[in-house]
């Protein structure tokens, strides 16, 4: 069975620019969560997809950060315009249900993103 | 709210021998899950194993192994005869069971470096 894919691997950019990750969860999975890891700390949630709604986006910076899951599948995540804070691994998961059954997180390799 | 706390920033151990790994949680809920994710170099988070609040036996997973004390919120990972694959940083992590939609998120504790030397 094919992992969660997300690419890019890594991007670079400068403050005040855009820039978009796309993940692919696992076939069949109906829960998608786009996690946020700074240098130093555990992953934090970003926000989470059931199918193509949006369960929780409570720790979202929406004045810069923006998530869409078109047709329940594939999920992209923008920053637009980036800080330096924003230098981070950013990490996709899906799981193939949610909320109270025993369901496994899987995760992709992660977007390594530098703002200079 | 809930907190997963790893005062452990790094561990080492050597090739063969046993390690623990230290995590401790404050909720107010009575029901949730506990788990412990390895997270190699490449970056991809694996999951090690898994414990369900309201078992009181702790759970195994072949070389890894917790010691789940629920009234002290603690949950420690114990890596017996240690592989040099085992070299990762290790999460905590903490997820309500409640059935709700916006509960299901995991909380992560900061994660302990693990090296193993030969």
């Known amino acids: 069975e094919a992992g969660v894919a997300q690419s890019p691997r890594y991007k670079i950019i400068e403050k005040r620019q855009s820039v978009a990750f796309w993940c692919n969860p696992i076939s069949g999975h109906a829960t998608l969560y786009w996690y946020q890891q700074i240098l130093g700390q555990g992953p934090k949630l970003l926000i989470q997809f059931q199918n193509n709604g949006v369960v929780d986006d409570s720790q979202l910076p929406k004045d810069r950060f923006s998530a869409e899951r078109l047709k329940g599948v594939d999920s992209t995540l923008k920053i637009q315009p980036a800080k330096l804070e924003d230098s981070a691994v950013y990490l996709c998961a899906s799981s193939l249900l949610w909320a109270g059954a025993q369901e496994t997180q899987y995760f992709g390799p992660g977007t390594r993103l530098l703002v200079l | ?118």
């Open chain 2, 1 to 118: 709210a809930q907190t997963v706390t790893q005062s452990q920033p790094e561990m080492s151990v050597q090739e063969a021998e046993t390690v623990t790994l230290s995590c401790t949680y404050d909720t107010s809920e009575s029901d949730y899950y506990l788990f412990w994710y390895k997270q190699p170099p490449s970056r991809q988070m694996i999951l090690v194993i898994r414990q369900e609040a309201y078992k009181q036996q702790n759970a195994t997973e072949n070389r890894f192994s917790v010691n789940f004390q629920k009234a002290a919120k603690s949950f420690s990972l114990k890596i017996s005869d240690s592989q040099l694959g085992d070299a990762a940083m290790y999460f905590c992590a903490y997820r309500s069971a409640r059935v709700l939609p916006n509960t299901d998120k995991l909380i992560f504790g900061t994660g302990t470096r693990l090296q193993v030397f030969p």
